[in-house]
T-cell receptor, first 116, second 114 residues
Framework: GAGVSQTPSNKVTEKGKYVELRCDPI?????LYWYRQSLGQGPEFLIY????????DSGLPNDRFFAVRPEGSVSTLKIQRTERGDSAVYLC??????????????FGPGTRLLVL | AQKVTQAQTEISVVEKEDVTLDCVYE???????LFWYKQPPSGELVFLIR??????QNEISGRYSWNFQKSTSSFNFTITASQVVDSAVYFC???????????FGTGTSLTVIP
């Protein structure tokens, strides 16, 4: 079956602009996660959705970052007033069930965001 | 404090050599899960293995094997007879029963030289 897909694959924007990154999880996966990966680092957690609700947004760095999942499937990560420090690869993952039960997270190819 | 430590930043081996990637984790949970992912140059994280804290049996899958030792909080990954296609960044990750996220190490970049 289809894996996690993310669009766009690359995004170049200017400082101060607004961007939206989209994630389409594996069909049937109720849990969806966003991570951010900076160069030379491992992915860092941003937010977790169970169904339509953000069950844990403790990893969002500040209020410029926001994510939605209105119908419990596709999710959009929104970044307002982008800064150069936001440049990174944004990864989306999905899994069955709830976290903490050992469910494997399956990752998409990521969106490479470059803020000039 | 870092929950997952991968002390080896970069490793280079010649094809057909064996190589072991180290992973040390830290958690207070008694129930937790450990994972290894491979990130080839294309960038997508590929799941390799999952282990739960109650199963310390080592596992072998083809040329890959994993050694889980709770006594040393380690979950090491060995590739036998390495191949050029094994060149990638490998990440170890921890999931705790009380948490929602995966904690990743900083990764080990493996280069297999033909």
């Amino acid at each position: 079956g289809a894996g996690v897909s993310q669009t766009p694959s690359n995004k170049v924007t200017e400082k101060g602009k607004y961007v939206e990154l989209r994630c389409d999880p594996i069909s049937g996966h109720t849990a969806l996660y966003w991570y951010r990966q900076s160069l030379g680092q491992g992915p860092e957690f941003l937010i977790y959705f169970q169904g339509t609700g953000a069950a844990d947004d403790s990893g969002l760095p500040n209020d410029r970052f926001f994510a939605v999942r209105p119908e419990g499937s596709v999710s959009t990560l929104k970044i307002q007033r982008t800064e150069r420090g936001d440049s990174a690869v944004y990864l989306c993952a999905s899994s069955f069930g709830v976290p903490g039960t050992g469910q494997t997270q399956y990752f998409g190819p990521g969106t490479r965001l470059l803020v000039l | 404090a870092q929950k997952v430590t991968q002390a080896q930043t970069e490793i280079s081996v010649v094809e057909k050599e064996d190589v072991t990637l180290d992973c040390v984790y830290e958690t207070r949970d008694t129930t937790y899960y450990l994972f290894w992912y491979k990130q080839p140059p294309s960038g997508e994280l590929v799941f390799l293995i999952r282990r739960n804290s109650f199963d310390e049996q080592n596992e072998i899958s083809g040329r890959y094997s994993w050694n889980f030792q709770k006594s040393t909080s380690s979950f090491n990954f060995t590739i036998t007879a390495s191949q050029v296609v094994d060149s990638a960044v490998y990440f170890c990750a921890l999931s705790e029963a009380t948490g929602n996220q995966f904690y990743f190490g900083t990764g080990t970049s493996l280069t297999v030289i033909p």
